[in-house]
């Protein structure tokens, strides 16, 4: 009898520790999981709804929301932000630029020229900032497509801001208006230049930036 209780006593512990040793490679299996999910998602604590449009206001074209961009990618997402939101008010100002030309008594095709650089240039602008986004969050292929637009984008700002055409007032166009006395649109010119070279030193400086980021190996290009 002693016997039989003894392998009785034996056999519970050997199932009591066979439950131990289950219950801790599922904790464990269990936090390596939750590891592996906080890498992908670079600590978001929630998935991102892609589906959810709310973004440009009024167009809702894509998702976009900076509390929900994992925190270590927030401030280069929030210059990419920037990059797109300069072309949209370097546009604004040159359209107005061309309809105060066009009252001076300058050629009317500025305002022509000048909707048809909104229509040109705006979407590429945008649509780099939305590759970016998706390259800082879940999309790392999307990292090398951000980089090679954006240095495209930066040589065209500049160009921009230093030729004298009738839809581009650069530095030349503004020395030009100036010489004529156009006072006004000259300014204007002006802070369209400066304007232009800061959005072209902002993305260059993305493209750095971008090329050193912290990210975790699955997101290496």
Known sequence: QMCIRDRNKNRRDRCMNSLILDAARTQASGSVK?????????????????????????????????????EAQRPIVQRMHWTFLLIFIISIINLINSIVQTVMGLDWLFIFYSVCNIILFNPPA????????????????????????????????????II???????????????????????????IESLLYLIDAALGASLAVSYTHLTLPTIYSV
């Open 34 to 70: 939750n590891m592996k999910a906080a890498m992908l998602n670079g600590g978001a604590t929630a998935k991102i709804n892609w589906e959810d449009f709310n973004y440009p206001p009024l167009l809702n074209m894509i998702h976009y929301n900076l509390e929900e961009v994992p």
């Open 126 to 161: 945008f649509y780099a900032f939305y590759k970016g986004l998706r390259g800082a969050v879940d999309e790392p292929g999307s990292i090398r497509f951000y980089k090679i637009i954006q240095s495209i984008l930066c040589v065209l700002w500049v160009i921009f801001a």
């Open 164 to 190: 004298n055409g009738k839809g581009f007032n650069g530095i030349f166009k503004a020395i030009g208006l100036f010489q004529s006395g156009f006072l006004v649109p000259a300014i204007l010119s002006v």
